[in-house]
């Protein structure tokens, strides 16, 4: 009779192990497999669109804190994961390092806003700067005048290596920013595809990728603004700001102008293919503060003084206007095409 108990408890006893772990085995897999289904409608793209404006003006930086190319109105853009390009021209492939390896931006030097580029061909741009010659740049030489000399350097800790493009080009922005013939170095972004790891600030955004990092960009390959956020910020500071202070990759004219509303779109599609997913807000340093015309900063610290009054939102490093976005289908854009949003 004993052995009979103990044969019927242990057998109880397995079947209610194995039920146990069926039970376990299926929450894990029921729990795994929402992740696999929340994670898929993320980031898949929304099957229905809303028009909501147009393009006004695209603005491709080839170098980095300097200012935009020249572009028609016709002219159309290619739209890749390393950022917008026209022609050889990708956006901030170029950007400036100090005798230190270090990232030379507009924050420290604000002249920079007065170097301006413009295409003479598909693979030669010019660069022009006040009381300087003019500084030739053939795209199809980069490489072979780098003779392989690179340089490690970083962008917000998120650390990259560069190609130098030659002795002439650093004297040339050496002369403009330093009045001096040496401490500045202009580097080449030479990949294909975004290579670096996602900065620190940008680290604990979900929907951020590797993949949208870009080149030499502070934190993803494209940006938005509203121009109707600009002119509700322009309302409530002494002086307007240009929109180009705020470096937007594209600057959206709304049909119906809603400022701010670009802080609750999740997907933008700009004609009938170039689909972004929004991934964060812009956040501002000082950089907008500097007048794009004569390369000083406001002596009131405007814009940022007052976007720090209205938005700036907890655990952010600065106030946020416009949005970060990450390329999900390439295309092609231009001026004047629709831009749409998700409709829900």
């Not at 299926?26 to 696999?36: K, L, M, N, P, R």
């Not at 030669?124 to 980069?142: C, I, N, Q």
């Amino acid at each position: 009779m004993t052995n009979q108990l103990l044969f019927l408890c242990t057998i109880t006893t397995t079947t209610a192990i194995i039920h146990s772990v069926n039970v376990a085995f299926f929450v894990i897999f029921a729990a795994v497999a929402y992740w696999i289904y929340s994670t898929w409608r993320l980031n898949s793209p929304p099957s229905k669109w809303r028009r909501i404006g147009v393009v006004d003006r695209m603005n491709i930086y080839p170098l980095k804190s300097a200012g935009p190319l020249e572009l028609n109105p016709e002219d159309e853009v290619t739209c890749d994961l390393l950022g917008l390009r026209f022609n050889a021209a990708h956006d901030r492939s170029l950007m400036l390092v100090g005798d230190q390896n270090q990232m030379i931006s507009g924050r420290q030097y604000p002249k920079l806003v007065l170097v301006h580029p413009k295409m003479l061909s598909p693979t030669r741009v010019v660069f022009t700067a006040p009381d300087m010659e003019d500084l030739e740049l053939d795209y199809s030489h980069v490489l072979e005048q780098s003779q392989g000399r690179g340089v490690y350097t970083s962008i917000f800790g998120a650390k990259i290596k560069a190609l130098l493009c030659g002795e002439r080009y650093d004297k040339w922005f050496s002369r403009f920013l330093l009045g001096q013939e040496s401490g500045m170095r202009l580097a080449y972004y030479p990949y294909r595809k975004p290579v670096r790891a996602i900065n620190m600030r940008m680290i604990h955004q979900p929907l951020v990728t590797c993949d949208d990092t870009g080149t030499f960009n502070n934190a993803t390959s494209y940006m938005l603004i509203n121009l109707a956020s600009v002119k509700d910020l322009n309302t409530r500071i002494p002086h307007p700001a240009h929109p180009l202070q705020f470096r937007g990759s594209f600057q959206l004219r709304m049909d119906e102008e809603v400022a701010y509303a670009e802080d609750n779109w999740k997907w933008v599609r700009i004609g009938e293919n170039t689909i972004f997913r929004v991934l964060a807000p812009c956040t501002r340093c000082i950089f907008p503060t500097t007048n794009i015309f004569t390369g000083e900063r406001d002596q009131d610290g405007e814009p940022l003084k007052t976007l720090n009054k209205y938005r700036l939102w907890p655990h952010q490093t600065g106030p946020s206007l416009g949005i970060q976005m990450g390329l999900r289908q390439t295309g092609v854009v231009k001026a004047g095409d629709a831009i749409y949003i998700e409709d829900e």
